[in-house]
């Protein structure tokens, strides 16, 4: 069974410091891998996908199979950043022609002005 | 184009109520589903549906049931509403992968 991990609740950070959101997964087929976004009391977004490896609002985040690792990086954080990430895996549901998104508990990112 | 909608926003029930919570979506995709968010529980899934006409189970699918009325709409009931099912229930659609989510519903039962 497919598990992500994001190993801190709540991330603070100065505004202008680098930010690293931390996300690891566990799954024995070929992952693909999300960052969601959600502001105060919205609905989730997409920021990132790993098959696209673009960069978003600064976020960049590359998948590390050895690791089983797919970290969020941001070089200087603003204070719009202030949120709640989510990282999240997709896997086929076996028979059905859906997908699954498997996600970690979340980390909420405060920056400090 | 508006995406994922939802109603209602917010609702407050009474233990033992029933309500059925609506969404719909204009993108044309096959695969919708129904989570539920809770603080330090991120979000699991309650029930999705692949296509028209199909339905399965989640992680936590006790207590409610869905309908996938069309292509569009996704409805999920509550037949019996209890405090544990106190949440915020967000809907989402999905081509393939990436899924795109509404605005949630709010619901608080007493």
């Known amino acids: 069974a497919q598990r992500v991990t994001q190993p801190e609740k709540l991330l603070s950070v100065f505004k202008g410091a680098p930010v690293e959101l931390k996300c690891n997964y566990s799954y024995s087929g070929s992952p693909e891998l ?22 978003i609002k600064g976020f960049t985040a590359d998948l590390n199979k050895g690791e089983t690792s797919f970290h969020l990086k941001k070089p200087f954080a603003q204070e719009e950043d202030s949120a709640m990430y989510y990282c999240a895996l997709s896997s086929r549901y076996s028979g059905a022609g859906s997908y699954q998104l498997t996600f970690g508990k979340g980390t909420k990112l405060s920056v400090i002005p | 184009n508006a995406g ?35 603080p330090g529980m991120g979000l699991r899934l309650i029930y999705y549906s692949a296509s028209e006409g199909t339905t399965d189970k989640g992680e936590v699918p006790n207590g409610y049931n869905v309908s996938r009325l069309n292509k569009r709409e996704f409805s999920l009931r509550l037949e019996s509403a209890a405090p544990s099912q106190t949440s915020v229930y967000f809907c989402a659609s999905s081509p393939q992968g990436t899924q795109f989510f509404g605005p949630g519903t709010r619901l608080t039962v007493l």
């Not at chain 1, 790993?50 to 960069?55: A, C, D, K, Q």
């Not at chain 2, 926003?9 to 919708?32: E, I, P, R, Y």
């Open chain 1, 34 to 55: 999300f960052w969601y976004v959600q502001y105060s009391r919205q609905r989730l977004q997409l920021l990132l996908r790993h098959i696209s490896r673009e960069s």
């Open chain 2, 4 to 38: 994922v909608t939802q109603t209602p926003k917010f609702q407050v029930l009474k233990t033992g109520q029933s309500m059925t919570l609506q969404c719909a979506q204009d993108m044309n995709h096959n695969s919708m589903y129904w989570y539920r968010q809770d």
